[in-house]
């Protein structure tokens, strides 16, 4: 769809991608808000910049398209009556979260649709953000590695994460698993939405191929690790304050770009339900 009549979309790679302008995502009507779903659909993550916008109404932009997650560990707006926040903050003495590629919360049933990531403090140069397209990755594979791969079964927890005792999460108002949490999900999984297939294993969260010898899970995974990380498959963000991205957590991985280490920033993310993947 490109008839754009209430937003405009440009997209700002190959792979997934797109700037949309002429919206404010405080208001937003219907209309609108339909090519917004429809973009997002299409580029599988939106950016949106200078929306200056209240967690309120960022948290009702999320509601439209679906109900929001709490998260597990992370609620550091709790007390502030936003528990539905996550906060990503980074400085002088805290380091980056999230430097390595991933989806989001895949270690439990039904990981997220997607999240709604507003820029509060960007660093004057670094701290860059990046996503990938599953889709590409997957369909950057030969005929016959997507057939070896497409009935097989992932297994995701939080052993390498939340679970850890030197997983500090303090500074971002984290709490540390008492137990490790785990889910399985379909190593290539179907969006619910558009029916294509992506990639659905990341080195964060999943631990391992079910009903795969040690060597052979490990052998595949890493291999699947680097392909992903392909840069054909990629696109990066620039953050300026009150610049917004909204990433489709079914068809992407992300990672911060953890240059300019020292640099204050600050990040606010709502993040909504998704459903089981299949
Ligand atoms: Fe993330």
Not at 56 to 63: L, P, S
């Amino acid at each position: 769809m490109n008839n754009w009549q209430h937003i405009s979309v440009s997209r700002i790679a190959g792979a997934l991608g797109a700037e949309v302008g002429g919206v404010h995502l405080g208001q937003l009507s219907d209309a609108a808000f339909e090519e917004v779903r429809a973009a997002f659909l299409e580029n599988q993550v939106l950016f949106f910049r200078d929306q200056e916008v209240t967690r309120d109404q960022q948290k009702a932009f999320g509601r439209r398209f679906g109900t929001l997650q709490i998260h597990p560990f992370l609620q550091p707006l709790k007390a502030e009556g936003h528990p539905e926040f996550v906060v990503l903050q980074s400085d002088e003495k805290h380091p980056y979260v999230a430097e390595a590629w991933h989806s989001d919360v895949t270690f439990v049933e039904q990981p997220p649709l997607g999240s709604v990531l507003r820029c509060i403090k960007a660093p004057e140069f670094g701290g860059d953000t990046m996503w990938a397209s599953m889709y590409a990755a997957y369909e950057g594979l030969s005929d016959k590695m997507q057939r070896m791969i497409s009935d097989l079964v992932a297994i995701h927890d939080t052993a390498r994460t939340f679970s850890r005792t030197d997983y500090n999460t303090e500074h971002i108002g984290g709490k540390q698993a008492t137990q490790v949490i785990s889910a399985e999900h379909p190593v290539v999984r179907t969006h619910p939405e558009t029916g294509r297939r992506g990639l659905f294993v990341n080195s964060t969260f999943t631990a391992s191929i079910k009903g795969m010898k040690p060597r052979e899970s490990a052998a595949l995974l890493e291999f699947l690790y680097r392909h992903i990380e392909t840069p054909d498959f990629s696109c990066r963000f620039r953050w300026r304050e009150n610049s917004i991205a909204m990433w489709d957590n079914r068809c992407t991985q992300h990672r911060v770009c953890a240059d300019n280490r020292t640099a204050d920033r600050r990040m606010e993310r709502v993040t909504i339900n998704g459903d089981k993947p299949f």
